[in-house]
């Protein structure tokens, strides 16, 4: 049974980056997307970004500018890079197991395994 | 940019029917997916490509589509079934993902 596990800092500066990682265990990081999610206290949750375990990817147009994903297949790993934060960068982290198929014309795309999440919090 | 829109809130009391709305331009074009997250907990699917349900979803939850609308269904609803739900679906040209701004399930 595939289990995703969010790492990283839970203060971060203003200004500065956040770097979050997520390990993939009980199956292989090949042959999925792998996802960023987040949840600001008290809201919803956005969409951040995806990664293939090939290292094509793709951002949420509003994030793009600041938002880098990786993926280290050797680690069965896969990595948030979130530049020139502030406070309303603070959430709960989600990182998420994606399944993108096209079916016909329609994308199918959904997060069918998430982590637990970890919140980050952006003040000096 | 690219919105759905759901209620704040849906309120029902054991045994009865909640449905749940989620609308979008998009929807017609574009497959819908439902999240249940229940307080402090991640998300998790219920309902994927607008109606079919995941292993282990209890068979009381289903899903529909009807032009720029898609609806969750919660026949029966339980006590364990108060929580915010969250739709996901892509924008018309399937370039980005977005959520809908959930709703709270709650069980009277």
């Known amino acids: 049974q595939v289990q995703l596990q969010e790492s990283g800092p839970g203060l971060v500066k203003p200004s500065e980056t956040l770097s979050l990682t997520c390990t993939v265990s009980?199956?292989?990081?090949?042959?999925?997307?792998w996802s960023w999610i987040r949840q600001p206290p008290g809201k919803g949750l956005e969409w951040i970004g995806y990664?293939?375990?090939?290292?094509?990817?793709n951002y949420n147009p509003s994030l793009k500018s600041r938002v880098t994903i990786s993926v280290d297949t050797s680690k069965n790993q896969f990595s948030l890079k979130l530049s020139s934060v502030t406070a309303a960068d603070t959430a709960v982290y989600y990182c998420?197991?994606?399944?993108?198929?096209?079916?016909?014309?329609?994308?199918?795309?959904?997060?069918?395994?998430w982590g637990k999440g970890t919140t980050v919090t952006v003040s000096s | 940019s690219y919105e759905l829109t759901q209620p704040p809130s849906v309120s029902v009391s054991p045994g009865q029917t909640a449905r749940i709305t989620c609308s979008g331009d998009?929807?017609?074009?574009?497959?819908a997916y439902w999240y249940q997250q229940k307080p402090g907990q991640a998300p998790v699917l219920v309902i994927y490509?607008?109606?079919e349900r995941p292993s282990g979803i209890p068979e009381r939850f289903s899903g529909s589509s009807s032009g720029t609308t898609v609806t969750l269904t919660i026949s029966g609803v339980q006590a364990e079934d108060e929580a915010d739900y969250y739709c996901?679906?892509?924008?018309?040209?399937?370039?980005?993902?977005?959520f809908g701004g959930g709703t709270k399930l709650t069980v009277l």
């Open positions: 009980g199956g292989s990081i090949s042959s999925y997307y």
């Open positions: 996901q679906s892509a924008d018309s040209s399937a370039t980005y993902q977005v």
């Open positions: 998009a929807l017609p074009k574009q497959y």
């Open positions: 990664i293939y375990y090939s290292g094509s990817t």
């Open positions: 490509k607008d109606s």
């Open positions: 998420a197991r994606g399944v993108l198929l096209w079916f016909g014309e329609k994308l199918i795309y959904y997060m069918d395994v």
